[in-house]
């Protein structure tokens, strides 16, 4: 009881960080699963790949990242750029050329280039509806990352003559921006902190 009275404020802390967590866990789960499933191949034609809103939709990103991506995409229908990899493939019809693409990429096909394969947050497919000379299709592979990872961090932290190790977890939930949670270990007394990170081009509209 006594041990309660006189670290009642460190077990307070922990007990919320030890809250914090586990949202993160529970949150985190939840942001996995949607990953999983915009991981798998999407097939887009020409004019819906190039289209931010259907991107942004499709995909669920924010309206920057539509943006960039689907410049990516016209520069490489029109030849500017190269896409992640291309295949010519025999079908009757540009969608099924499409579609036969995207099934071997979700089935993992150990034949296809590992680029093809590459994990990344989304797959899209988007045919070229000219037919090659071979009266094949030619179908290219997209690949786009929304930043959505954890970090970990350690090191070694002083305030006065007070010295502690700060252990921070952070999970980014996009390019832009993330959640951490940082708790002071070691110190006489016990800290910790939860911050939301926001990445910005310009500081105060001047930088």
Do not use: C
Request: aromatic share 10%; glycine share 4%; no cysteine.
């Amino acid at each position: 009881m006594q041990f309660a009275k006189k670290y009642w404020k460190s077990i307070l802390g922990l007990a919320l960080v030890l809250a914090l967590v586990f949202y993160a866990y529970v949150l985190g789960n939840r942001v996995k699963d949607a990953e999983t499933k915009h991981q798998q191949a999407l097939v887009l034609n020409e004019q819906q790949a190039q289209d931010k809103n259907v991107l942004q939709n499709q995909l669920d990103m924010s309206k920057q990242n539509a943006e960039m991506l689907a410049n990516f995409i016209k520069s490489a229908q029109t030849g500017q750029i190269q896409p992640v990899t291309h295949f010519t493939i025999q079908a009757p019809t540009v969608q099924k050329a499409s579609e036969q693409v995207a099934e071997r990429i979700n089935a993992r096909d150990s034949t296809l280039p590992p680029v093809a394969l590459e994990k990344t947050d989304n797959t899209i497919v988007v045919p070229n509806t000219n037919k090659t000379p071979q009266a094949n299709y030619d179908v290219a592979v997209f690949k786009n990352n929304n930043y959505r990872n954890w970090e970990w961090s350690t090191g070694y932290g002083q305030h006065g003559s007070d010295r502690y190790i700060p252990i921070e977890l952070q999970r980014n939930f996009s390019k832009d921006a993330a959640v951490s949670v940082e708790y002071h270990v070691g110190g006489r007394e016990k800290g910790y902190e939860v911050k939301y990170t926001r990445k910005t081009d310009k500081l105060f509209l001047m930088f």
